[in-house]
């Protein structure tokens, strides 16, 4: 998005380019933050595009996560942020905050983790695969896509995953990947992958608990299924 487009009303940039139209055709991954804190404004001031006082809030704030934690006092300081939009903006992430609260839930069985990762994986019409951290208590401390795309040896490294796992100080480490042919029978290459990141994450201390396959309302548990990868 250029500054040129930024400072277009919505209504004047063709409908393509619109954040709106944007989400509907291609989701919200193909959204900016700016963007998308522009579509919970909904429209801008007199002198001001919505993407300009989009931009100007994650500005001032710094990061998204910044933005999340201001309160509606600060928010208001920012010109052209009223009371509404302080509130409509803090409702927003306090709702995100709810959601993430809810990671806090004990994932301590292949079914409990399956239910809690399903919604990232079994739509997607491409290979997608996904990091969860446990800690401790096996709570869900981060959760992260990392590849998209047919996993290969070019796209796949345990370095990745151990480098998250170190950096969020997990306890334990839980892989997933769907098949989008709806079928979860694992691989060769499944089963390979597994046992290269267990060895790796073992060498490490953070150990790998298990590794889900995601089918069409179903899945496999390679730690149940093949306990042989996991010693």
Known sequence: ????TSSLPIKALPSEERPRER??????????SIELIAILLGSGTKNRSVLQLAGELLAHFQTVKGL???????LKEIKGIGIARAIQLH??????HRIEE?????????EKIYAFIKADLEREKN???????????????????????????LLFHPREVLHLAVKHKAHSIVIAHNHPTGDPTPSTR????????YQAATLV?????DHLIIGRGRFVSLARNFPLLFR
Do not use: W
């Open 1 to 4: 998005m250029s500054s040129r």
């Open 23 to 32: 989400l509907v055709r291609y989701g919200t991954k193909s959204l900016s």
């Open 68 to 74: 999340s934690e201001a309160s509606l006092e600060e």
């Open 91 to 96: 409702a927003a992430f306090a709702l995100a």
């Open 102 to 110: 809810s990671c806090y839930e004990t994932l301590n069985t292949p």
């Open 127 to 153: 290979e997608v695969f996904l990091l969860l951290l446990r800690d401790v208590k096996l709570r869900c401390i981060h959760r992260e896509i990392l590849f998209q795309g047919t996993l290969t040896e």
């Open 190 to 197: 499944d089963l390979e992958m597994t046992k290269r990141l």
């Open 205 to 209: 201390g953070i150990p790998l608990a």
